[in-house]
């Protein structure tokens, strides 16, 4: 059977990246799917969508409740459920993908402006826990809420952020 053949194929390639067991992998549900996540259903054809691109690493597919006109999302056809998840690989794929589709609706949309938007937990807006990069194109006046009331930070902040968090 074709299908086993590729999934094998796609198993192999997915332990080699990440280095888990089979066990490990079938445990966190990448290989089939989680069997509620609707992103899984979509990315792998079981539920139909408006998509716009597709090949053996992601479907991107317009967002039904979307922010402004042409608002799409990137998503992966294995599940990872958030950044933190997410395959090397697959994120470098995604940030190229994301510049070649967002050049494409530029054209297409004669959009302004351009957001590329990534949730990651509840806390930070995340609704469907299957990895996911929105592109979300900018008309001027459009009135889509993606902003945040710039906040104030002290220099000793700044300083004990640094040492917190800098790698160097
Ligand atoms: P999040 O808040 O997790 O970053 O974004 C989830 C996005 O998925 C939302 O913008 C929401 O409108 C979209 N969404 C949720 N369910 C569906 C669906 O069944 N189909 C499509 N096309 N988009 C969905
Ligand atoms: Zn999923």
Sequence with gaps: CWEMLDNMEQIGKIRQSTGDTLAELIERG????????????????GIPSSTIYEDEDF??????????????LIVPKVHYA???????????????????LAERMKDA???DGFNLVQNNGAAAGQTIFHFH???IPRYEQ???GIAWNPGK?????????????SET
């Design 30 to 45: 990448r290989i089939m799917g989680k069997e509620n996540c609707i992103f899984c259903k979509i990315a792998n054809g």
């Design 59 to 72: 479907r991107v597919f317009l967002d039904l409740n979307p922010a402004t006109k042409g608002h799409a």
């Design 82 to 100: 958030d950044l933190f998840e997410l395959d090397d690989e697959l994120a470098v794929k995604a940030i190229l993908l994301a510049k070649r």
């Design 109 to 111: 949309l004669g959009c």
């Design 133 to 135: 990069l929105h592109l």
């Design 142 to 144: 459009d009135g889509a």
């Design 153 to 165: 930070v002290s220099s000793e902040e700044l300083k004990e952020l640094v040492q917190l968090i």
